[in-house]
């Protein structure tokens, strides 16, 4: 008998991050209207939206509790936390202790110039040389990474297919993903597994074979980000400081 397929979000974000306004239960019901059966939570260095997330979860959507966790070199992405990762770590420690809580590691973004990317700044602009670039440092964690964004719907410029490079040539699972910051953009960009990607050796299984759905965050959508921070920094609500 045929595996039924999931469809799931590996990245998006809630009100519990410093820059949506997107509530937990909002964000649930977004995506079970799209269409989604699994959705990764990943707030900035918090679980407390995710785990709202989950409980709100209708039938037939699943919640991961993740966080997009801010390293010293750039971000990560967690799941199956049990308890939030301190930001601010070195990249080594902040995978060794998602790992001591059986989680799974993503590379977000890892060639957007624009956000706290791992291959962001290193080799930038300048052309052939004997400089490493970024694809050498991030070389590096091919070993200690579960899946790469390939395609993240918010990211501007070559960034994706720079991703989508690497991770072929490096043998690493490229995911498709919404990065959402608020309800407009949940499953815009998601990826199709065969399997049951709820439990890490479920998501791992499946993600030998993905299927990756494409879309782009409108602009529109886009202009919601700076307005989420103006109002967490009036609420006194800032992102959560380093360690």
């Known amino acids: 008998m045929a595996e039924s397929p999931a469809f799931i979000d590996l990245h998006c974000h809630t009100s519990a991050s410093f820059d949506s306004l997107a509530a937990p239960a909002a964000v649930v019901q977004a995506a079970a209207r799209r269409g989604l059966t699994h959705l990764i939570v990943t707030d900035h260095d918090r679980i407390d939206g995710a785990l709202r997330a989950r409980d709100a979860a209708p039938d037939g959507l699943t919640v991961i509790v993740g966080q997009e966790v801010r390293t010293t070199s750039g971000d990560l992405i967690a799941a199956f936390l049990a308890r939030a990762v301190p930001p601010g770590l070195p990249i080594a420690a902040a995978i060794a202790a998602i790992r001591e809580q059986g989680g799974l590691v993503g590379v ?3 060639f957007d110039r624009h956000r706290s990317s ?4 290193e080799g930038s602009g300048r052309g052939a040389s004997s400089v490493p ?6 070389a590096a964690l091919v070993g200690l990474v579960d899946w ?9 410029g070559s960034g994706n297919e720079r991703a989508a ?6 043998g690493l699972p490229g995911v498709a993903v919404s990065d959402a910051h608020s309800t407009l953009e949940v499953g ?25 759905v494409l879309g782009r965050a409108s602009y529109a959508a886009r202009l919601i980000t700076p307005i989420a921070k103006l109002v967490h920094r009036a609420r006194g609500e800032g992102r959560a400081s380093s360690t």
């Not at 791992?118 to 700044?121: A, K, N, S, T, V």
């Not at 790469?148 to 501007?156: D, G, P, S, T």
């Not at 050796?201 to 993905?210: F, T």
């Open 118 to 121: 791992l291959g962001r700044d």
């Open 133 to 138: 670039g970024p694809e050498d440092g991030l």
């Open 188 to 212: 815009v960009a998601y990826t199709a597994l065969r399997g049951d990607p709820s439990t890490p050796d479920g998501l791992l299984a499946a993600l030998r074979s993905p299927q990756l």
């Open 108 to 110: 977000p973004h890892p």
């Open 148 to 156: 790469i964004e390939v395609h993240n719907a918010r990211l501007i």
């Open 165 to 170: 490079r690497f991770a072929h040539e490096h």
